[in-house]
């Protein structure tokens, strides 16, 4: 295994198991240069990701596609570690998400409502 290969594998499990955001692996075998894979944020929105081994820079064919990616708007990166493939995916997303044993909200909190104050007047 490629060390690029361990790095999209382990970002994979861990973008999905702590984010919850599934991804899917982009195979283009007679056409090289697209990103490895896809995530699929919530809300419609996606992610391309490419990675790469710390130092290793695209082909030129990756340049053009991904020129070409970005040209028509849509999200792609390059990231050359689980750490930075995490960080790319969490900040797509806004807000982190809750550990699964706080995720239910307590009967108080549901009923709550603002009721704004009276002005002057």
């Not at 970002?11 to 899917?24: D, F, M, R």
């Not at 070409?68 to 982190?96: H, M, W």
Request: charged share 30%; net charge positive.
């Amino acid at each position: 295994m490629r060390p690029e290969q361990k790095i999209e594998e382990d970002s994979a499990t861990k973008i999905y198991n702590e984010l919850g955001v599934p991804s899917i692996k982009l195979e283009m075998r007679h056409d090289s240069g697209w990103p490895d894979r896809l995530f699929l944020l919530r809300k419609g929105r996606y992610l391309l990701m490419e990675f790469k081994q710390p130092g290793e820079d695209l082909d030129p064919r990756q340049v053009y596609i991904h020129k070409f990616l970005k040209e028509n708007e849509y999200d792609v990166v390059i990231c050359r570690s689980v750490g930075e493939a995490y960080q790319e995916v969490q900040a797509r997303l806004g807000t982190p998400r809750l550990p699964k044993a706080g995720r239910q909200v307590s009967a108080g909190a549901r009923g709550r409502r603002v009721v704004p104050r009276a002005g002057p007047g």
